[in-house]
């Protein structure tokens, strides 16, 4: 049986990094196009929604033939939950008497996902899974050069009581990303966070985890998606 899967796509007009983030041109389209076209791009996908409480953004996904959720303001400011966006997007949903199987959000931070990443999270999705993200491994290991810095100044590890002397000894560490989330509406909906449940981690390539947050993020995301092995994946 085939499942139904609606992407959502998270907009805020807000941001203080970065002003109007999410509709940066890279590579000749504005972060939120590159997110829909991928979406369109996905054959699992049934429909598309823009969860946003800006005018501009909602404009840029209405000329792209997507539907818009509009966002109640007090979950678009900038220490809102986006789990409780997730809620209220699939609370809209919902009202539309609109039912689906499986949830994909695709952040417009990670132009530099390709196709096959977001494929092999949505076949992620098994019966014994609550949700799926991405992941890549750790340049820095919380037990050798990580550390925290006290009110005296002073420097401990992260795992400072830990016995492990070898960094070979150490388990494998993994920063996480932003390239899809995939998850259920009812978990979503029953949950307060993500990790309530049973949540796996698709390994994908650094090089294709930018997570576009400040200035250099969008330097280096630019300069990486204008190179022609990375527009062919979004344009």
Same mark, same amino acid.
């Not at 139904?4 to 203080?16: H, L, P, Y």
């Not at 009812?186 to 307060?192: A, F």
């Given at each position: 049986?085939?499942?139904?899967?609606?992407?959502? =796509?998270?907009?805020?007009?807000?941001?203080?990094?970065?002003?109007?983030?999410?509709?940066?041109?890279?590579?000749?389209?504005?972060?939120?196009?590159?997110?829909?076209?991928? #979406?369109?791009?996905?054959?699992?996908?049934?429909?598309?929604?823009?969860?946003?409480?800006? #005018?501009?953004?909602?404009?840029?996904?209405?000329?792209?033939?997507?539907?818009?959720?509009?966002?109640?303001?007090?979950?678009?400011?900038?220490?809102?939950?986006e789990?409780?966006?997730w809620?209220?997007?699939?609370?809209?949903?919902?009202?539309?008497?609109?039912?689906?199987?499986?949830?994909?959000?695709?952040?417009?931070?990670?132009?530099?996902?390709?196709?096959?990443d977001?494929?092999?999270?949505?076949?992620?999705?098994?019966?014994?899974?609550?949700?799926?993200?991405?992941?890549?491994?750790?340049?820095?290991?919380?037990?050798?050069?990580?550390?925290?810095?006290?009110?005296?100044?002073?420097?401990?590890?992260?795992?400072?009581?830990?016995?492990?002397?070898?960094?070979?000894?150490?388990?494998?560490?993994?920063?996480?990303?932003? =390239?899809?989330?995939?998850?259920?509406p009812?978990?979503?909906?029953?949950?307060?966070?993500?990790?309530?449940?049973?949540?796996?981690?698709?390994?994908?390539?650094?090089?294709?985890?930018?997570?576009?947050?400040?200035?250099?993020?969008?330097?280096?995301?630019?300069?990486?998606?204008?190179?022609?092995?990375?527009?062919e994946?979004?344009?």
């Amino acid at each position: 049986m085939n499942k139904k899967t609606f992407c959502f =796509i998270f907009a805020r007009g807000n941001s203080k990094g970065i002003p109007k983030k999410n509709i940066l041109p890279i590579a000749g389209l504005p972060l939120l196009v590159h997110s829909i076209n991928m #979406a369109k791009r996905l054959k699992e996908v049934d429909r598309i929604f823009v969860s946003t409480d800006c #005018a501009e953004i909602s404009d840029i996904a209405y000329h792209q033939k997507v539907d818009v959720i509009k966002r109640p303001l007090d979950l678009a400011q900038d220490d809102s939950s986006e789990w409780l966006a997730w809620q209220h997007a699939i609370k809209y949903v919902e009202a539309l008497e609109e039912k689906f199987d499986r949830f994909l959000s695709l952040p417009t931070t990670a132009p530099l996902r390709t196709k096959e990443d977001i494929e092999r999270c949505l076949l992620a999705l098994k019966k014994d899974v609550d949700l799926v993200l991405t992941m890549s491994k750790s340049k820095r290991s919380p037990w050798f050069n990580m550390v925290t810095r006290d009110e005296s100044s002073r420097l401990n590890l992260i795992f400072n009581k830990s016995r492990i002397n070898r960094r070979q000894d150490t388990p494998p560490c993994y920063d996480l990303t932003t =390239i899809a989330y995939v998850s259920r509406p009812d978990y979503i909906l029953k949950s307060s966070s993500m990790w309530d449940g049973i949540v796996h981690g698709i390994e994908i390539p650094s090089e294709r985890c930018i997570d576009i947050d400040n200035p250099f993020d969008y330097s280096v995301a630019r300069l990486l998606m204008e190179q022609s092995k990375f527009t062919e994946y979004n344009i």
